[in-house]
């Protein structure tokens, strides 16, 4: 394989459990990183919840965040491609969204704000103190979002919307989100994991970003790889030159690859790096 880029997801990709990045997968990215090739992490997160991991792993020169929407230098912080919701057409669906059971978070511009409310939401979520905690850090909390947004001015690069189990099982309100978001073709759904749903403009994927990324650094779709493991990994599976997904992986993003690696827990960047490169 003649690689330039490895591109990869974090959470349930390169970090483990524990939001760690393993020593071997750490070692073989950075190995690929002194050789030449481009490191790049594309995540759903937006630039301020980066773990403190990536920006210490040498040879990291760019960030793919929010599903594509946004992609930053990581020594500067400058954004170098954005295709964001616009925020006339978001608007009418955040306050359909916001009196719900469910907690959406609104990216923008590197960051991310939630609902004051939403806070008694976060400790019923059916997910990992880790990743509790990461929310936590990550979320800037206003009185009212879509009053928020509507003041900022700004476009959205993504909503997240995490949701809290019912004592049957079920997820409180996700139906009703998905009628919602039907009603805004211009949008797309896809799940990041842990049962949520993110939502960006419909233009807007990981693999649209890293092939704008290749552009605008001279390297071609077929010199592309790709690691991820759920729904917002797919387009990039599909898209990249060459997609791998982790044994932990949705079914969708298994389906979506070229080869099935090792899991998240198993140093399975590594193996499929030593594998192909």
């Known amino acids: 394989m003649n690689i330039k880029m490895i591109a990869f997801d974090l959470d349930g990709t390169v970090f483990d459990n524990q939001k760690r990045i393993l020593p071997k997968t750490k070692a073989a990215l950075e190995k690929a990183a002194a050789d030449g090739i ?25 960030i793919l965040t929010t599903n594509g929407a946004g992609i930053y230098e990581a ?3 400058k954004c170098i491609y954005e295709n964001s919701m616009k925020l ?21 511009k590197g960051k991310c704000f939630m609902s004051r ?3 008694k939401l976060l400790d019923r979520l059916d997910t990992t103190e880790e990743m509790k905690a990461y929310i936590r850090s990550s979320r800037t909390c206003v009185d009212n979002l879509t009053e928020f947004l509507r003041k900022n001015g700004e476009d959205i690069q993504k909503i997240t919307i995490n949701f809290v189990k019912q004592s ?19 949008f797309i759904a896809v799940s990041g994991g842990m049962n949520n749903i993110e939502v960006t403009d419909k233009t807007a994927s990981k693999g649209i970003g ?22 917002n990994d797919v387009a990039m599976l599909q898209m990249a030159g060459f997609g791998v997904a982790m044994e932990n992986a949705e079914p969708e993003a298994k389906a979506a690859a070229d080869f099935v690696t090792r899991s998240n827990t198993e140093e399975g960047i590594a193996y499929a790096l030593e594998k192909f490169l």
């Open 168 to 186: 049957d099982g079920t997820l409180c309100d996700y139906d009703r989100v998905q009628e919602i978001i039907r009603d805004f073709p211009e």
């Open 117 to 119: 409310k939403n806070l």
């Open 75 to 77: 020594e500067t912080g």
């Open 210 to 231: 890293i092939l704008k990324l290749g552009e605008i650094l001279g390297i071609k779709k077929e010199e592309i790889l790709a690691f991820g493991d759920s729904g």
């Open 88 to 108: 006339e057409r978001f608007l009418p669906m955040m306050a359909r969204l916001e009196p719900l059971e469910a907690m959406g978070d609104a990216f923008v």
């Open 38 to 62: 481009e490191i790049v992490p594309a995540t759903g997160r937006p630039l301020c919840g980066v773990s403190e991991q990536i920006w210490q792993l040498k040879g990291v020169r760019y």
